[in-house]
């Protein structure tokens, strides 16, 4: 089989190298991909699939080079390299166990100083990557928490690992700064006032989409999302659910309408990671309700913006 596939028919991301058949080149690479097909408890009726994410958005990423003639004629491979190391072997049905296996695989990926990207799954994901970088790193960590959802609910359907209470559990994380948790874009009845209470409670603060849409440059929310995220804190960490996007963006996600568009959610990705995140993910692609893989190939979009902002990060780091 070629180095080229991941697995199967399945391509590295964005051509990375393959680390998985080539694990001695983890030292020479920038940028560390992977994937967590995971989905826990279903939240609404037969909505599921968002655990095949990681396979057709590779898949859509064989479409792309890494060049952005928006943005000064950027390659991002000029400047980075970009490596796959494949999926984290979850347990079907088993939460807890899965919950162990993504902060081991991710804990391995903190230690080495790369800038990971993870694509899930499901939102229930971002819990053990941030436990896994605290006990990698001993770091106090902010987050900017992209989503139409606060995510913050006791439990999902019984389950304390869902994909609906990822943030309830950060809260209660020794090492995240809840001071220094941002829930941006957070819009629509699918949330609860018990949601927005909490996140007031334990002193996260939410920037809704009528706040960003008040703002006279969606960048501007960026740069105020970050300066409350990186305040206290020794790192920052970006966390997007495709749901943050109108549902007309995104038809591979929720129908969540209101949301932001394309556009506006580039923007601030490529601000946030100028300003400098140590890693990211983005989650909660449902491909069996995309017909067109529209919400896949734009996972391939927001990669290479964040790519392109931690550049410009890099840069000013030099400078």
């Known amino acids: 089989m070629s180095n080229s596939f991941i697995y199967g028919n399945t391509p590295c991301f964005l051509g990375a190298e393959n ?25 609404w009726g037969d909505y ?19 060049y952005l003639p928006e943005l000064n004629h950027l390659d991002v491979f000029e400047h980075l390299t970009l490596g796959d190391k494949g999926d984290v072997a979850v347990t079907p049905a088993e939460p807890e166990d899965t919950m162990k296996k993504i902060r081991e695989f991710s804990k391995d990926i903190w230690q080495k100083k ?17 436990e896994g970088l605290i006990e990698a790193s001993t770091k106090k960590v902010g987050i900017i928490h992209l989503d139409a959802h606060y995510d913050n609910n006791e439990h999902s359907n019984g389950d304390p690992y869902g994909r609906g209470a990822p943030f309830a559990r950060l809260y ?57 995220a990186s305040k206290n804190t020794d790192v920052v960490y970006l966390s997007i659910c495709s749901d943050v996007l109108d ?31 140590v890693g990211m993910d983005y989650v909660e692609v449902y491909p069996q309700q995309d017909g067109n893989d529209f919400s896949s190939h734009f996972a391939s979009f927001v990669a290479l913006y964040a790519l392109a902002g931690e550049i410009e990060h890099r840069k000013q780091k030099e400078n």
Not at 196 to 223: F, M, S
Not at 252 to 272: A, F, K, M, T, Y
């Open 19 to 43: 680390l998985v058949k080539n694990p001695d080149k983890e030292k020479d690479v920038d940028v560390t991909v992977y994937g967590v097909p995971w989905e826990g408890a279903v939240t």
């Open 48 to 66: 599921t699939g968002c655990e095949l994410g990681p396979k057709v958005i590779r898949l859509s990423s064989g479409r792309y080079s890494g």
């Open 114 to 130: 790369t800038f990971p990207i993870a694509f899930g799954g499901d939102h229930g994901i971002t819990y053990p990557i941030i």
């Open 172 to 228: 209660e994380t020794e090492g995240v700064v809840n001071e220094a948790m941002v829930h941006l874009g957070i819009h629509g009845p699918r949330n609860k006032p018990e949601n927005g209470r909490l996140a007031q409670k334990v002193g996260a603060t939410t920037l809704t989409i009528e706040d960003i849409r008040q703002a006279d440059h969606v960048r501007d929310i960026a740069k105020k999302s970050y300066e409350i």
């Open 247 to 277: 549902h007309a963006f995104n038809p591979g996600g929720p129908v969540d309408g209101n949301g932001l568009n394309s556009h506006e959610l580039l923007s601030i990705v490529h601000e946030v990671c100028k300003l400098g995140v």
